[in-house]
């Protein structure tokens, strides 16, 4: 076989090999987002907030991103932010608990809505997934009423 039509047979099987590699790169990004994906988010804000990972938050946190509190007062990312850098000034060496299994996930398209179960309040967390990944955009606390 001649040189050039070598190098072309050579630079044809390089670029089919490429094409293989971004397709299955872009076969794994289709797949989309999942359950595994929000628990790991959930897992890594907390981890963020205790230990006050404001760059990792402000990644995590959409800017319009809003936490209302059980006594329905709004709260800015701004301010979880600056919570999040006192309280791991204040609480060094605070052990991060992953999301706990009382918490429930639900997915609907590039939409997650994560419900946290605790004894005196639920809270509720809403993502959306855009660009590879899940960002938070609004949560809700809400203080659960006595039961006798």
């Not at 800017?63 to 204040?90: D, H, L, M, W």
Request: proline share 7%.
């Amino acid at each position: 076989m001649e040189e050039a039509p070598m190098k072309m047979l050579v630079l044809a099987g390089w670029l089919a090999g490429a094409c293989c590699v971004v397709s299955a790169g872009a076969s794994a990004a289709d797949r989309g987002p999942d359950e595994a994906g929000v628990r790991a988010v959930e897992n890594a804000w907390s981890r963020a907030f205790i230990t006050g990972d404001a760059k990792a938050l402000d990644d995590l946190l959409d800017p319009a991103y809003v936490s209302v509190n059980a006594a329905g007062v709004p709260r800015p990312k701004a301010e979880i932010v600056a919570a999040a850098t006192r309280f791991a000034e204040q609480h060094p060496n605070t052990p991060v608990q992953p999301l706990p299994p009382t918490s429930t996930i639900s997915i609907k398209g590039d939409t997650a809505v994560v419900t946290h179960h605790g004894d005196k309040e639920t809270s509720v967390d809403v993502f959306y997934y855009s660009q590879g990944r899940w960002h938070a955009w609004y949560s809700q606390h809400t203080t659960r009423a006595a039961t006798s």
